[in-house]
């Protein structure tokens, strides 16, 4: 017996990669698969309006009228928090995941048999993350290609020893976040965050499989993450970004016109040395098998060069605004 289980993401992302998201998660087992545009997508509405089990919401302004008095909410976070928990009042499956289109369960039904197992007593557990890296000198031509470090947690004094020089702009080993995602119990009444249920909800790690985070996709999709980042406008409070990421963007800010600098820098965190993979290997924080995503019979364009046209056409008017020539 299995536990069922949904995904809900807001997204804007190249229509390729939102129906790869949906098509694995819903070929892996999920009975629900929870989908916000973001932004009016037709090329994504073609590819999945026939796919069973994906419940699509487009965020138009009827949307944002019935959720939040009218305004749409200027940060992509905000607006995430909004529609998870929207879903999370609609689930009809047994438990929520909250995640992002560049985030994939790697085992959906080892998943499913572990959260049948989950006392009842239980709420909240934990996917922990893996984040998808290049070996170096390896060119990528799938969206999917690499292998799959692990973020470091019992051997702190390691990361600068494996990462100099650019330990700093990293979280525990990873570019992006170390901390994975909330797997929470549906019909409970949480108010969901972007990691987890908001308050003190006590969590367990997953452990028969892991999510895999693509942060960037490719070299042109991780620069247009940090480049629509760094141009965000400043709002009051705390940054919202952790040390590492805000190192990134501060490095984005400072160098936008130094491509070389952007070059050695994607090298030092996106790739890894033939001695770092033996130092992660060593501590048991490498994941070697390869990922495909669960497609069905579904064909997509997955290869680099395409995903990129799409990205430069769809963020044009953007990358003219800030004069990038890259």
Known sequence: MSASWAVVATVDEPAPLVAAFVAHHLNEGAREVHLFLDKPDPETVALIRDMKGCKL?????????????????????????????????????????????????????????ELAEVPGARDHLRLRVSERVMLAGVAQRGLFDGVFRQPIVEEPRRLEAIYHPVEPFLDRGLTGHPNGKGVVRAGRGYKLNIHQPQGDVPSWPIMSTRLLHFDGLTEFHYLLKLLRRAHEKPLPGPPRHKSGRMAQLTAMKEHAGDPEFFRALLVGLKTLRPDQMAALMALGLIEEAAFRPNLGGLTLDLGVAGFNAILRARQAEFLASIGFEG
Do not use: S
């Open 57 to 113: 919401t487009r965020c138009n302004k009827d949307h944002w009228a019935a959720h939040n008095n009218g305004t749409r909410p200027y940060l992509h976070t905000r607006r995430q928090i909004i529609n998870a928990n929207i879903a999370y009042a609609a689930c009809r499956a047994d438990w929520l995941v909250h995640c992002d289109a560049d985030e994939f369960i790697r085992d959906g039904r080892a998943m499913a048999a």
